[in-house]
């Protein structure tokens, strides 16, 4: 059966397709492919997550995805910290502007 299998790292995604015998497990598709997969890494079939003795079928795509470099809450954070506090520039249809003024007053 053919797989298809996507590698996401820090560069970009890598497509490439493994024919393995039915019944194959992800770790059969990754040993077939000869990529290095360390406990950090995230496996998924369509997005949800699985184990190396997970067995696949014919329509299923693996996703292999390297370890986050950052934590995506804290960079959101920091960038909203850095553009300042714009819930009080846009308050919204409702009074914003004269809630606005009250507080420039």
Do not use: F, Y
């Amino acid at each position: 059966m053919l797989i298809e299998v996507v590698k996401v790292t820090q560069t970009g995604a890598m497509v490439s397709e493994a024919n393995v015998p039915e019944g194959a497990t992800v770790q059969c598709v990754i040993d077939s492919l000869g990529l290095m997969v360390m406990p950090e890494t995230g496996l998924a079939i369509h997005g949800r997550r699985v184990s190396l003795d997970t067995r696949l079928t014919a329509t299923d795509r693996l996703e292999v995805a390297d370890a986050l470099i950052c934590d995506p809450k804290l960079v959101r954070k920091a960038r909203a910290l850095s553009q300042g506090d714009v819930r009080v520039v846009t308050c919204g249809r409702h009074g914003g502007k004269r809630r606005l003024n009250k507080q420039l007053a």
